[in-house]
């Protein structure tokens, strides 16, 4: 959880763990030259912002890609575990679409409404950061609708299978009932 302050000459943040997540924000800043120093305080939180949202962007990633692992491993032999691991996904990804939510709504609230110390000019650039955080709350329902006909697939390839057994035991059936009426 990250909080931003912003004043007309200040950005304030505050987190609750340490995690690196503004270093590329930091090293625009200390390079000069750039708009962070030229736009003042109301950029630099949007700066800030952007950071936060491109960091969900490898996190969604890795998700997907579990996804698609999962998937192949599905089509080549289904087993029961696999429910439980794409379940695990599914919840994991509506705990990241449940914190991409609020994020979502105040990118909103600031590239379309008149809040002051954001001006025009800056509030262009959150305007595209809201389009940013719709995208990846979007993927993450693309991958959730993904998870959901992954489970489908698991559960129709198992039934599949029982039911190629069932057969093979029904022929035995057959085969050795009559045998057995006979003796």
Known sequence: QVNLFVGEKFVLTM???KIDWDEPVRKRIREGGTRIRSLG???LSFALLDSIVDNYYPVIDQYSERLDTLEEE???SPAQDEISRIHEIRNEL???RRGLFPLKEVTRILSREEILPITDETRLFYRD???HVSQLVA???TDREI???LIDLCLSSLSNRMNEVMKVLTIIATI???LGFIA
């Open 15 to 17: 987190q609750e763990r």
């Open 41 to 43: 305080a109301n950029y």
């Open 74 to 76: 599905i089509i080549d």
């Open 94 to 96: 509506l705990a990241l």
């Open 129 to 131: 950061c809201f389009d």
């Open 139 to 141: 993927t993450i329902e």
């Open 147 to 149: 998870a959901r006909g």
């Open 176 to 178: 050795f009932i009559p």
